[in-house]
């Protein structure tokens, strides 16, 4: 039941046209981002950018949660399944396309990358959201809708 939540609200990010904007969250400190020690490699803008240009091959694993999705922004078109889910929703996940996973800093991601080549996948590389806003990435800002009343 989770995974058709998690692609129901893939459906309603895709079929929205309108611009979004990112809830107000309390500033935060941030800790420093953990060294990078996985086998996949870590995508910087340029080669993410390059792999986006052929969307036809790529599938996009956001293993973020949904509140780090909303608070940060993340691409247009993406398969979310958090981190711990990956493994028991590996069915989902295309075998014939190259796999980009997203995390933050790319931590989760190379992790959640690793697993899938162990498993067969195609993985290409792992992204961190927030280093590919910082190296002039635009991410798309998504808004969860508002509950009915």
Do not use: C, W
């Not at 809830?23 to 950018?49: G, H, I, M, S, W």
């Amino acid at each position: 039941m989770k995974i058709l939540s998690k692609l129901l609200m893939l459906l309603m990010i895709l079929s929205s046209s309108l611009a979004f904007a990112a809830d107000p969250v309390k500033d935060e400190k941030k800790a420093p981002a953990a060294e990078y020690k996985y086998k996949t490699p870590k995508l910087n803008r340029a080669q993410f950018d390059a792999l986006l240009a052929h969307p036809e091959q790529l599938t996009i694993i956001d293993v973020r949660r949904p509140d780090e999705l909303t608070k940060n922004g993340g691409f247009p078109v993406y398969l979310s399944i958090q981190a711990a889910d990956v493994e028991k929703n590996l069915a989902f996940i295309p075998k014939d396309r190259n796999i980009v996973t997203v995390s933050n800093h790319a931590g989760r991601a190379g992790a959640t990358a690793d697993l899938l080549t162990a498993k067969g996948f195609k993985v290409v590389g792992a992204v961190g959201a927030q280093n590919y806003e910082e190296e002039g990435g635009k991410l798309s800002k998504i808004v969860p809708p508002a509950p009915k009343q």
